[in-house]
């Protein structure tokens, strides 16, 4: 995205929500979805250069954040949608009994916020795993876009249906899945996501922690080390520390294929 741009302080203080969460040295910059390497992956798919133009006046700030910061809190007002640019997010809540889950973890081109469109408000923390960048988008603005530019709806539905589809897959791992199986089709999942950002399919670095993974899949820490450490002596993958080589994918999805239905 081009840089040149830079906002005035005060443009840059208005651009971002939520601002008493979010220090006033935090570098905000003009985005521009025509020149961004990602919006293949965002709602910018498939636009035209005109289309691209008003969608560009729409997103009007980057935002940065430091590793374990939030980019939003649970109960915080809802008035924009986050398009992550660069880094790695988790997001989760807050259960009864004070333990965190974790419900998802966003890469480059994916959309964090939407879990506030309907109550405006957050549901769920959202907290950045490693330095990270996102695209501030008023929301308000993209509804009126939307309704402007077919090709911009369509896209923001298929982003709202890949969430659906994801929260079902997270409802298929809690609750048929052997442990293994779900760390087998969390893996493979990864792979997926970073293949379609052009990356390595078959070696990656995970950014998120043993425990985070444990929450995510809903199984105890001890669990997940031993599904890694049975996977890596079977020869299916190569672990150090967060660095993982899928040595053999076929024989994770096989897991997979051979579990009864």
Same mark, same amino acid.
């Given at each position: 995205?081009?840089?040149?741009?830079? !906002?005035?302080?005060?443009?840059?203080?208005?651009?971002?929500?939520?601002?008493?969460?979010?220090?006033?040295?935090?570098?905000? #910059?003009?985005?521009?979805?025509?020149?961004?390497?990602?919006?293949?992956?965002?709602?910018?798919?498939?636009?035209?250069?005109?289309?691209?133009?008003?969608?560009?006046?729409?997103?009007?700030?980057?935002?940065?954040?430091?590793?374990?910061?939030?980019?939003?809190? /649970?109960?915080?007002?809802?008035?924009?949608?986050?398009?992550?640019?660069?880094?790695?997010?988790?997001?989760?809540?807050?259960?009864?009994?004070?333990?965190?889950?974790?419900?998802?973890?966003?890469?480059?081109?994916?959309?964090?916020?939407?879990?506030? #469109?309907?109550?405006?408000? +957050?549901?769920?923390?959202?907290?950045?795993?490693?330095?990270?960048?996102?695209?501030?988008?008023?929301?308000?603005?993209?509804?009126?876009?939307?309704?402007?530019?077919?090709?911009?709806?369509?896209?923001? +539905?298929?982003?709202?249906?890949?969430?659906?589809?994801?929260?079902?897959?997270?409802?298929?791992?809690?609750?048929?899945?052997?442990?293994?199986?779900?760390?087998?089709?969390?893996?493979?999942?990864?792979?997926?996501?970073?293949?379609?950002?052009?990356?390595? !399919? /078959?070696?990656? +670095?995970?950014?998120?922690?043993?425990?985070? #993974?444990?929450?995510?899949?809903?199984?105890?820490?001890?669990?997940?080390?031993? /599904?890694?450490?049975?996977?890596?002596?079977?020869?299916?993958?190569?672990?150090?520390?967060? +660095?993982?080589?899928?040595?053999?994918?076929?024989?994770?999805?096989?897991?997979?294929?051979?579990?009864?239905?």
């Amino acid at each position: 995205m081009d840089q040149s741009g830079r !906002p005035s302080e005060r443009e840059s203080e208005a651009a971002l929500p939520n601002k008493s969460a979010v220090p006033v040295s935090l570098v905000t #910059i003009k985005a521009a979805c025509s020149q961004c390497s990602l919006h293949e992956l965002c709602i910018s798919e498939g636009l035209g250069k005109e289309e691209l133009a008003k969608l560009d006046s729409l997103v009007g700030a980057r935002r940065k954040l430091k590793r374990q910061q939030n980019l939003y809190r /649970a109960g915080d007002p809802f008035e924009a949608l986050y398009a992550v640019r660069t880094g790695f997010f988790k997001t989760d809540v807050l259960l009864e009994d004070g333990r965190d889950q974790v419900t998802g973890f966003q890469m480059a081109g994916e959309i964090l916020g939407m879990d506030g #469109i309907g109550t405006e408000a +957050h549901s769920c923390n959202a907290v950045a795993l490693e330095d990270s960048e996102v695209c501030v988008i008023p929301f308000a603005q993209l509804e009126q876009l939307s309704r402007e530019i077919q090709a911009l709806q369509r896209n923001f +539905h298929k982003v709202m249906s890949r969430e659906l589809v994801r929260d079902q897959s997270l409802m298929m791992l809690l609750g048929t899945m052997r442990a293994e199986e779900r760390l087998a089709a969390f893996l493979l999942n990864m792979s997926q996501r970073f293949t379609a950002r052009g990356y390595s !399919p /078959a070696e990656f +670095h995970l950014r998120m922690t043993r425990e985070e #993974i444990g929450s995510y899949l809903g199984l105890k820490l001890e669990t997940v080390s031993r /599904a890694f450490s049975r996977f890596q002596e079977e020869g299916l993958i190569a672990v150090q520390q967060k +660095h993982i080589r899928l040595l053999d994918g076929e024989g994770l999805k096989r897991l997979l294929n051979a579990r009864p239905r």
